[in-house]
């Protein structure tokens, strides 16, 4: 119900736009100036928009700040790429910060942290709080 809500007043401002075109722009068809690049652009655009509606759905926020993490470093890594764009040292700091977190989150716990055998079962591991000798 929410979506018909909100595109509800982008019809009516698209229709009343429609309606006031004169001259030359009201010959042209409605879709006029759309070659494939808009339509891959489009489709990109709401293929992205889907993907968002599925992460909010069934990953958890912890997931979510991991993955928008994740696509700052890939976003900033094709811009080096494509555009020649220099990253600064607090840049790859929090890259790398961010990078870790992505690994020591999917994956378990290292066994000198543990204290526990590698065979032991995933239930088994109990997360204890860090403490640093004095």
Do not use: H
């Not at 736009?17 to 655009?45: H, I, R």
């Not at 968002?52 to 928008?68: E, P, R, S």
């Not at 600064?88 to 716990?109: E, K, M, P, R, T």
């Amino acid at each position: 119900m929410r979506n018909f809500q909100l595109a509800f007043f982008s019809v009516v401002i698209a229709i009343g736009q429609y309606t006031t075109l004169s001259g030359d722009e009201a010959e042209k068809p409605f879709l006029f100036g759309f070659n494939s690049t808009v339509w891959v652009l489009c489709l990109l655009q709401a293929g992205g928009g889907l993907l968002v509606a599925a992460v909010i759905k069934y990953a958890d926020n912890v997931l979510k700040g991991l993955a928008t993490g994740v696509s700052v470093i890939v976003s900033s890594a094709c811009a080096v790429i494509l555009f020649g764009t220099a990253l600064g040292v607090q840049f790859l700091a929090g890259a790398f910060i961010i990078l870790a977190s992505v690994y020591f989150f999917a994956n378990d716990l290292p066994t000198c942290l543990t204290g526990k055998e590698s065979g032991s079962k995933k239930e088994d591991i109990e997360m204890k709080p860090l403490v640093l000798p004095k």
